[in-house]
T-cell receptor, first 114, second 112 residues
């Protein structure tokens, strides 16, 4: 079984400040990790993904995440946020190899304050 | 490419009514999924289809049925709607290679 914990349900941050959204996972097998973003009244879209290789993954809109196997974490960061980053962010995990179900966290709402 | 499309966008039902949510994808993906999204609960998998001709239960299948009509289409049916099924429903499709998923815009369903 696998699970995802997003430690913060809401994160307020001032515009142009840095932000970190935290994600921890548990799994008995090797994993793929994802961050998705959901803008108001829209579906989810992929922000970035970790499959293998470099533990620092860069995504769209200036976001990046670092895979830390020893701490089972995959935190999302952005050095300077913009108003347009206001959205809900979901961390997700799946196992390797063939078809695997994806488990989503409950989401973190990022509110960028002007 | 339209990606993943869902119909309808909004629906209001009375308790006991039935309806079918439609989903189609044009990315030639084998896997398709139905999720529901409720405040504070994230996305919960209702049913999925790993390939054409197969369907399996997810985390919250009770009260729902699905049909994988062909490779493109995956429908979700509520036979007798209940207020507890008020939610936003998302369809997604994906690749088996790395399980990345592509989501539709969602259907907002209210059951009175």
């Amino acid at each position: 079984a696998q699970s995802v914990t997003q430690l913060d349900s809401q994160v307020p941050v001032f515009e142009e400040a840095p932000v970190e959204l935290r994600c921890n996972y548990s799994s008995s097998v090797s994993v793929y990790l994802f961050w998705y973003v959901q803008y108001p009244n829209q579906g989810l879209q992929l922000l970035l993904k970790y499959l293998s290789g470099s533990t620092l993954v860069k995504g769209i809109n200036g976001f990046e995440a670092e895979f830390n196997k020893s701490q089972t974490s995959f935190h999302l960061r952005k050095p300077s946020v913009h108003i347009s980053d206001t959205a809900e962010y979901f961390c997700a995990v799946s196992g390797w190899g063939g078809y695997q179900k994806v488990t989503f966290g409950i989401g973190t709402k990022l509110q960028v304050i002007p | 490419n339209a990606g993943v499309t869902q119909t309808p966008k909004f629906q209001v039902l009375k308790t006991g009514q039935s309806m079918t949510l439609q989903c189609a994808q044009d990315m030639n993906h084998n896997s398709m999924y139905w999720y529901r999204q409720d405040p504070g609960m994230g996305l919960r998998l209702i049913y999925y289809s790993a390939s054409e001709g197969t369907t399996d239960k997810g985390e919250v299948p009770n009260g729902y049925n699905v049909s994988r009509l062909n490779k493109r289409e995956f429908s979700l049916r509520l036979e007798s709607a209940a207020p507890s099924q008020t939610s936003v429903y998302f369809c997604a499709s994906g690749t088996e290679l790395d399980t990345e998923q592509f989501f539709g815009p969602g259907t907002r369903l209210t059951v009175l």
